[in-house]
């Protein structure tokens, strides 16, 4: 009964491959969210949707595409990897837009990139 | 944008004692300040809000204060358990509005036994 989940939880793989990380929420939010979170710890947002529809798009690289197929569903693709990339990265969901909502977070994907 | 600072980053203290993260911030529209708790290997969860029309707000044995003049807010939590023992993050944001959280950068609280 997991309200946010992720996957894979790990994912190791070689400067230069192509990565996806998904994400499903069953708490029936209209807003997700990703979020990087480096080796200091240091929590940053990356993207946020509403509805499906792209609100925030933070200064990420485009080799990062999300993705919402749907509102339970947001999928982050990453392209061209590098070692910079690696990281833990939270998927999130609130109920909506509002920032004063809570936001439900996922367990994480650490990604390792080598 | 906003820019929230937090101290200390780590914080160790004996089982029973108290502890006190403090965090600043520098817009003065923000209104809404959560603090969220994040145990190894899992997401950060929501532990307690405050919103700026109030100055203190408790719940059990956590508590938070705010003091908007300063622009500056407190996560006071008392008699301590190793459970606690997380990383703990204060955040600011205007409430009503779909511009996202801006987190500090952590504080590491170790209970020790």
């Known amino acids: 009964d997991t309200a946010v989940s992720q996957t894979p939880k790990y994912l190791v793989t070689q400067m230069g491959n192509d990565k996806s990380i998904k994400c499903e929420q069953n708490?029936?939010?209209?807003?997700m969210y990703w979020y990087k979170q480096d080796s200091k710890k240091f929590l940053k947002i990356m993207f946020s949707?509403?509805?499906?529809?792209?609100?925030i798009n933070e200064t990420v690289p485009n080799r990062f595409s999300p993705k919402s197929p749907d509102k339970a569903h947001l999928n982050l693709h990453i392209n061209s990897l590098e070692l910079g990339d690696s990281a833990v990265y939270f998927c999130?969901?609130?109920?909506?837009?509002?920032?004063?909502?809570?936001?439900?977070f996922g367990p994480g994907t650490r990604l390792t990139v080598t | 944008g906003e820019n929230v600072e937090q101290h200390p980053s780590t914080l160790s203290v004996q089982e029973g004692d108290s502890a006190v993260i403090k965090c600043t911030y520098s817009?003065?529209?923000?209104?809404?300040f959560p603090w969220y708790k994040q145990e190894l290997g899992k997401g950060p969860q929501l532990i307690i809000d405050?919103?700026?029309?109030?100055g203190e707000k408790k719940d059990q044995r956590i508590a938070v204060t705010l003091n908007k003049t300063a622009k500056h807010f407190s996560l006071h939590i008392t008699e301590t358990q190793p459970e606690d023992s997380a990383v703990y993050f204060c955040?600011?944001?205007?409430?009503?509005?779909?511009?996202?959280?801006?987190f500090g950068s952590g504080t590491q609280l170790t209970v020790l036994p």
């Open positions: 999130a969901s609130s109920p909506g837009l509002d920032t004063s909502y809570e936001q439900y």
């Open positions: 708490l029936g939010h209209d807003t």
């Open positions: 949707y509403n509805n499906k529809e792209l609100i």
């Open positions: 817009d003065s529209a923000s209104n809404y």
């Open positions: 405050i919103r700026s029309n109030v």
């Open positions: 955040a600011a944001a205007i409430s009503g509005s779909a511009r996202q959280l801006t």
